[in-house]
Structure formats: C-alpha cells, structure tokens
C-alpha cells in the first residue's frame, strides 16, 4: 500500500484556466484537513473559505484539480500567485498535509503538517498538467 506521500508525489493537475508558461506560485487545496477524507459539503464549504482567504489577500489565483492519475480522486483547489511561504501559512490555516510549488518550470511537494517528509522534487511541472479542452 502506497503512502500518503507516495500519492501525493502522483498527483497530475487538470487545469480550468490558463497559466503563464513561466509561472511562479503555489497549489493549495482545503479538501480533506489533516488528510482525513471529509464529505463533499464539507469539503465544499472548506473550499469557499479558502476562496474567501484568498479574496480577502487580494492575491491572485486560478481554479485548478488536484488528481490522482486514475483521476478517481480529485481535490478542486488553486494555483495561487505568491510565496512559499504565503502558502504555507494558508496551509496551516486550512489544515493541510503538504502543497505543492511551482518555480522556474518545477513542481516540488513541500509538507506543511507532514514534517517528517523532505521537501519533494517532482520534475517538470507541464508535464503534470491537463489542459480543459
């Protein structure tokens, strides 16, 4: 059986809206707090606070889903153009596990509750990401 970490490290990325080809920022989720799967409602209204934080920052951000490569699990959640450590305080906030950062063209995981796991290099990360048709 695959770790919480060994998933997290699959993830691939649906995207709804266009990024910048060299984009800078993090992918944050409030689904599922403390990694512990939550229902829908929950995780919805998780995710409309979220979106309110991040209104309330004025910060920039596009809708993006966090997939297994299955995609039989999905987690909406965004891209958001700030910092690492922008993000890893909304992290905190939300109660989240690790997110993910993008510089430079590289995606890496980075643990936020998780802190017995290294930060994670994952590769490229357009070639994580699916374009909405």
Not at 19 to 47: C, K, M, R, W, Y
Not at 48 to 53: G, Q, R
Not at 58 to 68: Q, Y
Request: charged share 15%.
């Amino acid at each position: 059986m695959k770790t919480t970490w060994q998933l997290y490290s699959e993830t691939v990325f649906y995207l709804l809206q266009c990024l910048p080809e060299q984009v800078t920022g993090f992918i944050i989720t409030a689904h599922n707090p403390n990694g512990v799967l939550s229902p829908a409602p929950a995780n919805q209204l998780a995710d409309n606070l979220l979106l309110a934080e991040l209104e309330k920052r004025a910060m920039r951000f596009r809708r993006i889903i966090g997939c297994s490569p299955d995609f039989r699990h999905q987690e909406a959640g965004w891209f958001v153009f700030a910092s690492l450590s922008e993000g890893s305080e909304l992290a905190a906030q939300f109660q989240q596990n690790a997110i993910y950062w993008v510089e430079q063209g590289l995606l890496s995981l980075h643990p936020c509750l998780l802190t017995q796991h290294p930060v994670t290099a994952l590769g490229p990360f357009r070639n994580r990401l699916l374009l909405a048709s």
